[in-house]
C-alpha cells in the first residue's frame, strides 16, 4: 500500500464476504479499509494498518462494512404493469393460464413496444432508485420484452442509460428468448432463426448485452431452441444464463451448465443431475424466492443439495411486471431465509459474492478484499444477521459506489 490514501475507514466492522477468512461471513472486527482510486488497497484489523495519510478519513460509528450488494437477475426495464393480472390469478387463475390466455409476458410486450424510450427510461428509474436505495451499487437488466428487433434495442440502450445517470454497474443481458411473440404463433422454430440471425448479432455488434439469456418452460422455449441459442450466443462470444426449472422439469438445467452457462436462475424443479452439472461446470444457481412467494409456488429449489454439493447460490429479485414485482434485494434476503432455508450468512453471500460470480464478476467485486472494488455499504447493526432478519426499519447509513461516497 501506498502511504497516501483517498479514504480510510475505522471504527467499523466488516463482513468482507471473503471465503478465505473463517466464518460465513468473513468478520473482520475493529476493521481499517484503505481505498484509492476506486480500489481498495488495504483490509485488515486497525492495529495491523500500516502507516498511512488519507484525504479523508470517515469514522464507521460502529457500522458493520458489507460489499456493495449486487442484484444479478432484474427486468426492471419495461412498459405498463399487471394488476389486473394479479387480480386473476388472486381468483384463482394460474401464471401458465394467464399466459396462455395471451396475457403474461405478452402482455408486458405490447405495452413496452408502445412505450417511447423516453416513457421506459422514466418509468424505470423508481425501479432502480428503490434498489440503489438499499445498498445496490451492480444491477443486472435483462431485455426481453421486445420479441423483435427494435423494441430489444430500445429496452437494452434504455438500460446502458440509467447507468450513465447513477451510480450503479448495469450489466445488460439480452432476453429475446422471453417468450413467443404473437406473430410468430405455431412458429417457435422461425422465431428463434430470428434470434440468432438477427437479434442476437444485431444487440452484439452495438455491444448493448453482457450476456444471452433465454427462458426454457412449456410457455416458452424447448431445451433444443435453447441450445441453439446457446450456441448462437457462444459464435457472439457472449457468456449465457439460463431461466430454466421453474415451473417444470426440463433437462434445461444440465444443459446450460454443461454448455458452461454463468448461473441458471429460479431452479425449483431440478434434480440430482441438474445439481452435479452445475457443480461440475461452477454454474451459480440463482434463487429468486420473491417470484416463488408471488406465484404462490409451493416446490422449493433443492438447497441442501446444492450447499452438500458446493455449488454457489445467489439470490436476486427477478423484478419484473409479473411474477415479481418487488424492488427489494434486501426483502429477498429474508425470503430466501424464511421460504428457501438459506442461512442469513448464505443470504448476504447471495447478493454479494455468489451474485457478482453469477455475472461472471466475482474478479471485480462481491467480497471487501485489496484489489477489488471499492463498492461498499455501511449498516447501523450490531449483527450482519440483522440483515436477512429485519426488514424496513435497517438502512444503509453510507453506501460508497467506486470509492465515491453517493449515500442519498
Ligand atoms: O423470471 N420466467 C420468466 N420470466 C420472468 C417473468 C416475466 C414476466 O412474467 O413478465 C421471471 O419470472
Ligand atoms: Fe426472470
Redesign the pocket.
Known sequence: MTERCDLLITNANAATMDPSIPGGYGAIEDVAIAVTGGRIVWIGPRNELPDCAADDVVDGEGCWITPGLVDC?T?LV?GGH?ASEFARRLGGES?EEV?RAGG??LS?VRATRAASAEDLYRAAEPRLQALLSEGVTTVEIKS??GLELDTELKQLRTARRLAQHYPVDIVTTC?AA??LPPEYDGRADEYIDLVCEEILPAVAKEQLADAVDM?C?SI?FSVDQCQRVINCAKELELPVKA?AE?LSQSGATAMAANAGALSV??VEYINNMDVAAMAENGTVAVL?PG?FYT?KETRVPPVESLRASGVCMALST?L?????PIASLRLMMNMGCNLFGLTPAEALAGVTRSAARALGLCCSRGVLRAGLRADMVLWPMDTPDQLAYEFGALKPAKIYFGGRNVTA
Open positions: 437477475h427486468h419495461y399487471r401464471y399466459a403474461g409476458i408486458t426481453g420484452y432476453l422471453h417468450a427462458f418452460e416458452a431461466h421453474q436462475d429460479h429468486l417470484a406465484l427477478d419484473n411486471p409479473g411474477s415479481c
